[in-house]
C-alpha cells in the first residue's frame, strides 16, 4: 500500500489508478479503513476523543486487534476485498509516495471477535458517512458496533502500530505498488502512513519499537539472471553428482570384481597350503620310514638297548652290535700277535750268539759247565733227562730273526692303530645312533606325532629332540612358509596349582626377554601361543645344523681358528646383550645353547635357551652387580666361582658370569676337555667344591696352543671377579681383533697377558 498525505486529502500513487471514484462494492469499507488508519472519519474531519477511547481499551483486546491486522498473509479465501488506507503527514518535507505494502483482506468473519460481546450502549457514537454509499458501508460497519478505539491506541504519537504486526513478506518491497524511495521511514512521535492486513492470526508484537522502511534495487533482469545462475549451479551440481554416482557404480563394480578375485586367490592359496601340507606330511611321512629303516639296520651292526631285570626293577642296558664285536675281536686277535711276538723275541734273545770280547769264555770255562750238566741231568741213563739247551744261533741268523719281530711289531702297532680310530668312528656313529633310537622312542609316544596343525599355522613335521617338560618339533610355517622350531611346554598333571604358576611365569619371563631380541648371532623368537592349560607353544628360529656340544662329543675338538671364530661370534652377541636396555645376562652359556647353522665349526653360529637370563634393571643391579637368587640352577662346568659362594646374602653376579662361561667353552674346543671337573658329575662338582677350587687353569702339553690363546683364556678364567675381563672389555681385547691389527707383534700380546691375567707373573713367565 502506498499512501501520500497532502492537505489533509488521500490521493494514491499511478499504481492506484485502478482505484476509480465509481461506487464500487467494496469503497465504503475503504474509506472506513482509510479514515480508520488516519484517525479521522469518513467525512476527514478529526474526531475528538478517539485517542482517549483507544487508550482505554482493554490491552487483551488491543492484542487481539493486532492479530486481527497481522493475520491477512494467510487470510482465508473468503475476503470480500483489498483496501487501501493513507495517511495525512503533519511535516510538509515528505513530497513522494512510500510504500507501505499490499492490504490484506477483511474477512467476512469479523462478527466472531471477542469484541461483538459489547454492548451497543457502550460502543460510543456512529460515524456519519459524507455520500450514501459511504453512509451504507458506515452503517454496516457501524453495525457491527466497531470503534476505533478498538483498533488503534494513539498517546501523543507513542505507541504501537498494527504495521508492527505486518509480517515481512507483507511489507517487502517485492509487494508494495509504490515508487517512493527507500529512505523514507517512521518516526515514533509524528503520524506515519501504514500498510495493514487482516487476518486471524494472532501474533504479540512488542510496543514503542522504531522501524525503516527500505527499497531493493532488484529488479526482474537480476532476478531472472540469479535464477538462471542458480539454475547453472543446480544443473552442475546434478550434473557432478551424476557424475560421482556413476563413478561409484564403477567402483562398487570394480570392488565387487576385486572381490571376486580376491575370494579367488583365497581358494587357489588355500589349495596351494592343502596341497603344501600334503607334500610336507609325505615327505616326512618318508623320511620317518627311511630313519626307521636305518635305526633297525645300525641296530645289528651298532648295537640297541635290552631291557635288564635287577631284582624287581629293569634297566635298559646297551648291547654292541657286530661291528663293535668284530673289531673287538681284531684287538684281540692283534694284542694276542703282539703277545706271541714278544714272547718268541724273548726266545730268540736266549738264543743270541756270544760276542767278539766273550768268544774265549766259554772254551776256557766248558770243561767246568759240562760237569755241572751232568751233575744236574744226572746219569746217562737216568729217564728224567732235562732237554738241551737251545742251540745258539749265528749273528746273522739272529739279527735276521730280529728284524722279522721288529717288523711284525709294527705292523701290529698300525693294524692298531687303524682298529682304534674305526672304534672312534664307529663310536660317533653309535652316539648318533643311540642319540636316534631315543628320538624315534620319543617321537612314538608323543601325543603330537600325527602331524597336527598347531593354532592353525605351524604344521609339525617330526620330533627334534625332548627335554625335561618339554619337546621341540621341526614344523613349517604354512603363513610365512617357512621352517621353524615349535618348543611345546607341557606341565604335570599332578603338579600344584602354585608350581605350574610358577613354571608358567618362567616360561613366560622367557619369551618377554627372548622376544625383544634382535640380532644375527641370536636365535629370533617368532610366536608364542597356549594349546590348553597345561600346554603352551613358543616358535623359534629354526636351524640346520646340531649344537656345538654334539659337535665336541663327535670331532672331540677343533682348531684354534674354528674356536676362535665362535668365540668371535659369541662375543659379539653378548656385547648386543649388555648394550640394550636393560642389559641381560645369559647366565647359561655351554655348548649345548650355541647352534652350529651349518653344522660345522667354520660356518656361523647363534646363541639360544634364554631361561635362566638375569635382566639388570636399575632396581636389581647395583655397582658390585645384582643378587644372585636361583643359586644351584645353570650348568656347574660353565659358571664362575662368584655362584657357589654360599653366605647369608646371595652373592653378586654381573656380566662377568658370561665371559667365565666364554672361557670354558674356549678351552673345551681347544683341548676337548673341561677345564674344570672334566669326569666329575654336577653333584660332585658341589660337593667338592670343584670350582671354588679352581684358583688356575692348567693348559695340557698337546694339541699346542699358541700364547696368546692361552692369555685369552687365562683373561676370562680369572679367579676373582674384579681382576676378570666384562664383557665390552672383552669384545675390545686385542686376540679377537681381525688378524691385520694384532700380528704388531707377539711382545704386546705378551704383556696384555700378563698385565690382564689375574695369576701370578711368575706362572705367566713359566707359561710363556
Excluded at 640297541?304 to 663293535?324: K, L, P
Excluded at 677343533?558 to 649388555?578: C, D, F, H
Amino acid at each position: 500500500m502506498s499512501v501520500q498525505s497532502s492537505s489533509g486529502s488521500l490521493e494514491g500513487p499511478p499504481s492506484w489508478s485502478q482505484l476509480s471514484t465509481s461506487p464500487t462494492p467494496g469503497s465504503a469499507a475503504a474509506a472506513a479503513a482509510r479514515s480508520l488508519l488516519n484517525h479521522t472519519p469518513p467525512s476527514g474531519r478529526p474526531r475528538e476523543g478517539a485517542m482517549d477511547e483507544l487508550h482505554s481499551l482493554d490491552p487483551r483486546r488491543q492484542e487481539l486487534l493486532e492479530a486481527r491486522f497481522t493475520g491477512v498473509a494467510t487470510g482465508s479465501t473468503g475476503s470480500t476485498g483489498s483496501c487501501s488506507v493513507g495517511a495525512k503527514a503533519s511535516t510538509n518535507n515528505e513530497s513522494s509516495n512510500h510504500s507501505f505494502g499490499s492490504l490484506g483482506s477483511l474477512s467476512d468473519k469479523e462478527s466472531e471477535t471477542p469484541e461483538k460481546k459489547q454492548s451497543e450502549s457502550s460502543r460510543g457514537r456512529k460515524r456519519k458517512a459524507e455520500n450514501q454509499n459511504e453512509s451504507s458501508q458506515g452503517k454496516s460497519i457501524g453495525g457491527r458496533s466497531h470503534k476505533i478505539s478498538d483498533y488503534f491506541e494513539y498517546q501523543g504519537g507513542n505507541g504501537s502500530s498494527p504495521v508492527r504486526g505486518i509480517p515481512p513478506a507483507i511489507r517487502s518491497p517485492q509487494n508494495s505498488h509504490s515508487h517512493s524511495t527507500p529512505s523514507s521511514s517512521v518516526r515514533p512521535n509524528s503520524p506515519s502512513p501504514i500498510a495493514v492486513a487482516f487476518g486471524d492470526h494472532p501474533i504479540v508484537q512488542p510496543k514503542q519499537l522504531s522501524f525503516k522502511i527500505t527499497q531493493t534495487d532488484l529488479t526482474m533482469l537480476k532476478l531472472a539472471a540469479l535464477e538462471s545462475n542458480k539454475n547453472q549451479d543446480l544443473e552442475k551440481k546434478e550434473g557432478r553428482i551424476d557424475d560421482l554416482l556413476r563413478a561409484n557404480c564403477d567402483l562398487r563394480r570394480q570392488i565387487d570384481e576385486q572381490q571376486k578375485l580376491l575370494e579367488k586367490y583365497k581358494e587357489r592359496l588355500n589349495k596351494c597350503i592343502s596341497m603344501s601340507k600334503k607334500l610336507l606330511i609325505e615327505k616326512s611321512n618318508q623320511e620317518k620310514l627311511s630313519s626307521r629303516e636305518k635305526s633297525m639296520q645300525d641296530r645289528l651292526r651298532l648295537g640297541h638297548f635290552t631291557t635288564v631285570r635287577h631284582g624287581a626293577s629293569f634297566t635298559e642296558q646297551w648291547t654292541d652290535g657286530f661291528a663293535f664285536q668284530n673289531l673287538v675281536k681284531q684287538q684281540e686277535w692283534v694284542n694276542q700277535q703282539r703277545e706271541d711276538i714278544e714272547r718268541q723275541r724273548k726266545l730268540l734273545a736266549k738264543r743270541k750268539p756270544p760276542t767278539a770280547n766273550n768268544s774265549q769264555a766259554p772254551s776256557t770255562n766248558s770243561e767246568p759247565k759240562q760237569r755241572k750238566n751232568k751233575a744236574v741231568n744226572g746219569a746217562e741213563n737216568d729217564p728224567f733227562v732235562r732237554p738241551n739247551l737251545p742251540q745258539l744261533l749265528t749273528l746273522a741268523e739272529y739279527h735276521e730273526q730280529e728284524e722279522i719281530f721288529k717288523l711284525r711289531l709294527g705292523h701290529l702297532k698300525k693294524e692298531e692303530a687303524e682298529i682304534q680310530a674305526e672304534l672312534e668312528r664307529l663310536e660317533r656313529v653309535r652316539n648318533l645312533h643311540i642319540r636316534e633310537l631315543k628320538r624315534i622312542n620319543n617321537e612314538d609316544n608323543s601325543q603330537f606325532k600325527d602331524h597336527p596343525t598347531l593354532n592353525e599355522r605351524y604344521l609339525l613335521l617330526h620330533l627334534l629332540g625332548r627335554g625335561g617338560f618339554s619337546e621341540v618339533y621341526k614344523a613349517f610355517d604354512l603363513y610365512e612358509q617357512r621352517y621353524a622350531a615349535v618348543k611345546i611346554h607341557q606341565l604335570n598333571k599332578s603338579w600344584r596349582d602354585e608350581k605350574k604358576e610358577n613354571y608358567y611365569k618362567h616360561a613366560c619371563r622367557e619369551y618377554r626377554i627372548h622376544k625383544e631380541l634382535d640380532h644375527p648371532r641370536i636365535v629370533k623368537l617368532y610366536d608364542y601361543f597356549s594349546l590348553d592349560t597345561d600346554t603352551f607353544c613358543t616358535v623359534l628360529e629354526y636351524c640346520e645344523g646340531n649344537d656345538l656340544d654334539f659337535y665336541l662329543k663327535q670331532h672331540k675338538l677343533m682348531s684354534e681358528k674354528e674356536a676362535r671364530s665362535i668365540v668371535m661370534q659369541i662375543v659379539n652377541a653378548l656385547r648386543y646383550l649388555n648394550e640394550i636396555k636393560p642389559p641381560i645376562i645369559h647366565y647359561d652359556l655351554k655348548p649345548g645353547n650355541i647352534l652350529l647353522v651349518d653344522g660345522t665349526a667354520c660356518g656361523e653360529i647363534k646363541i639360544t635357551d634364554f631361561g635362566l637370563s638375569k635382566i639388570m634393571d636399575d632396581d636389581s643391579y647395583g655397582v658390585d652387580g645384582m643378587d644372585l637368587t636361583s643359586q644351584g640352577a645353570g650348568t656347574y662346568w660353565y659358571l664362575p666361582p662368584e655362584c657357589f659362594v654360599v653366605g647369608k646374602e646371595p652373592p653378586k653376579i654381573s656380566n662377568k658370569v658370561d665371559v667365565w662361561s666364554v672361557g670354558v667353552i674356549f678351552f673345551q674346543c681347544l683341548y676337548g676337555r673341561k677345564p674344570f671337573g672334566h669326569n666329575q658329575s654336577q653333584q660332585d662338582i658341589l660337593q667338592e667344591n670343584t670350582i671354588l677350587k679352581a684358583t688356575d687353569v692348567q693348559f695340557p702339553v698337546k694339541p699346542v696352543v699358541s700364547t696368546e690363546a692361552k692369555a685369552f683364556i687365562r683373561r676370562c678364567l680369572a679367579y676373582r671377579k674384579e681382576d676378570r675381563f666384562d664383557v665390552h672389555q672383552l669384545a675390545n681385547d686385542p686376540y679377537l681383533l681381525p688378524h691385520m691389527r694384532r700380528s704388531n707383534s707377539s711382545g704386546n700380546l705378551h704383556m696384555a697377558g700378563l698385565t690382564a691375567s689375574p695369576t701370578p707373573p711368575a706362572s705367566s713367565i713359566i707359561t710363556f
